[in-house]
Every structure is written in structure tokens, then in C-alpha cells.
């Protein structure tokens, strides 16, 4: 019983971490509000997991539960960021990103309850006017992604 109600406990942390929005008004802080934030009164501590596979499970229990809550990880990011960034057709109306949007980094080789934000340093628009990629700006350097791989959070003030 206590197996399952570990690997429940992990699938939670991997749930209430996710960002919702931005947790104050300054465009340099990429700080997000989290529903551990609420059900904690505190930002949940990131603690670096180890890599665990299928070869490890049957090693220990803990290792099976980390390779479980893995597993977790890949499925709820296959799931949840798509949801967050449907987009209709091109040819449809539909705001784009701006300078200061607050945005999260899709990338399906993020480690476990890593979920990397940046703020919109530039917009790099198409011939069309629609915003194509952008120029986001993380706590440890800038990258170039197209909309595609970045989900919108927070909406840049004017």
C-alpha cells in the first residue's frame, strides 16, 4: 500500500508544480504562481531526479516508483501542453505573442518537474504578420523557439 501512495505522491508533486501564471507585476521576474503555492504556501523545492529505466526497476522499490513517476512525467507532458497551446488555422484572427509575454518552453527532453520559462525579448514576424518564432529570454540564456514549442502563460502588460 505504501508503494502506491508514494507513486500517487510523486504523480501530485508533478500536478500542483506545473506554472499557472505569473506570481508578480516585474518583467524580470519569470517566477510562476503554482497550485503548491496555494496548497503549500510555498514553492514546492526542486530536487534533481536521478535517470531510471526499465533495467532498474526490479532493483529496489524506490527506483521503481521513480521510474513510475517518470513515466508519469512523459504522459502528462505528452497530455497537458498540447491543451495549453491549441491553435487554430493561420488564416483565422488570433493574438499574437508579444515583447514581455511570459511563456513555457515545450520541450518533451525536460527533466522531471523542470518546466522551463522565459520571458518574449523579440517576435520575429512572417510576411503574413503572424508571429512565426520568438526570441525568449530564460534565467540562463536566450533561445530562439518557434510558437509551436512555447506555450503562452502570462500576458505582457502595455
Avoid at 517566477?31 to 496555494?38: M, R
Avoid at 520575429?124 to 520568438?134: A, E, Y
Wanted: glycine residues 4%; positive net charge; hydrophobic residues 40%.
Amino acid at each position: 500500500m505504501k508503494f502506491l501512495e508514494t507513486v500517487f505522491a510523486e504523480a501530485e508533486s508533478i500536478i500542483n508544480g506545473r506554472p499557472l501564471t505569473k506570481l508578480s507585476d516585474d518583467p524580470e521576474d519569470p517566477s510562476p504562481l503554482t497550485p503548491n503555492h496555494l496548497l503549500l504556501l510555498r514553492e514546492n523545492p526542486i530536487f534533481p531526479m536521478g535517470k531510471f529505466d526499465k533495467g532498474d526497476k526490479y532493483k529496489r522499490r524506490w527506483k521503481h516508483v521513480q521510474h513510475l513517476a517518470d513515466v508519469f512525467w512523459r504522459e502528462w507532458v505528452m497530455m497537458y501542453l498540447p491543451q495549453l497551446q491549441k491553435r487554430a488555422k493561420w488564416v483565422d484572427k488570433q493574438r499574437n505573442f508579444n515583447v514581455g509575454d511570459l511563456v513555457l518552453i515545450a520541450d518533451e527532453n525536460t527533466p522531471r518537474n523542470i518546466w522551463p520559462l522565459g520571458l518574449v525579448k523579440l517576435v520575429n514576424k512572417g510576411r503574413d504578420d503572424f508571429v512565426r518564432s520568438v526570441c525568449v529570454k530564460t534565467r540562463s540564456a536566450e533561445l530562439v523557439r518557434p510558437i509551436t514549442k512555447i506555450v503562452l502563460l502570462g500576458v505582457s502588460m502595455p
